[in-house]
């Protein structure tokens, strides 16, 4: 069983649409995080979430919206894709307080054309 | 904020050969991780070392938090860790944990 699924693997979209990617972990753990990692490899984190709750948003305009369902479950929305939301989006999930066991999903290639 | 360095940037390596690689971090940390990333972009979680040393296989890593730096050892390279290897260290904002990863370091094994 895959402890962090993401979908879509791939994703190819015009400017201007909009896209939601999907990501769910079987783990039991309290928090969830999206990471968007550019052209360079360059890996940062967009938003925390633990027990559906918004608490981490590290400055990421607001075209882009995490909604969680329930505490398994994290999907990224965006509005009005740009060329430079082009990026590899990762999902992630760890316990709440030690951070121990932080594991990955496989990743979402987001290219805007 | 804090910051995470990692040397080299690139590195080459003939299979079989031993390698070292460094990450530096500015300020106190609560924990430190290694990831691999392969060729085909997945994140593997190697090691979770706040101190001390770890060994896995041909993988050990080590962690000096009272001089701020990590390193991890490959021993007798094969070409299957070529890849992209990621120092992350743990803070805490909020109550909460989050990474702050270095711009890594990429590892490629000839044959």
């Known amino acids: 069983d895959t402890a962090v699924s993401q979908t879509p693997k791939y994703l190819v979209t015009q400017m201007g649409n909009d896209k939601s990617i999907k990501c769910e972990q079987n783990l039991g753990h309290d928090t969830m995080y999206w990471y968007k990692q550019d052209s360079k490899k360059f890996l940062k984190i967009m938003f925390s979430?633990?027990?559906?709750?918004?608490?981490i948003n590290e400055t990421v305009p607001n075209r882009f919206s995490p909604k969680s369902p329930d505490k398994a479950h994290l999907n990224l929305h965006i509005n009005s894709l740009e060329l430079g939301d082009s990026a590899v989006y990762f999902c992630?999930?760890?316990?709440?307080?030690?951070?121990?066991?932080?594991?990955f999903g496989s990743g979402t290639r987001l290219t805007v054309v | 904020g804090i910051q995470v360095e990692q040397s080299p940037p690139d590195l080459i390596l003939q299979e079989g050969a031993n390698s070292t690689l460094r990450c530096n971090f500015s300020?106190?940390?609560?924990?430190l991780q290694w990831f691999h990333q392969n060729p085909w972009g997945q994140l593997i979680n190697l090691f979770y070392i706040p101190s001390g040393t770890k060994q896995n296989g041909r993988l050990s890593a080590t962690t000096v938090a009272t001089e701020r730096y990590s390193l991890l050892y490959i021993s007798s390279s094969q070409t299957t860790d070529s890849g992209v290897y990621f120092c992350a260290v743990l803070v805490f904002s909020g109550g909460y944990n989050k990474l702050i990863f270095g711009a890594g370091t990429r590892l490629a094994v000839h044959p």
């Open positions: 979430y633990n027990n559906k709750e918004l608490i």
């Open positions: 300020d106190s940390v609560n924990n």
């Open positions: 992630a999930s760890s316990p709440k307080k030690t951070g121990y066991g932080y594991t």
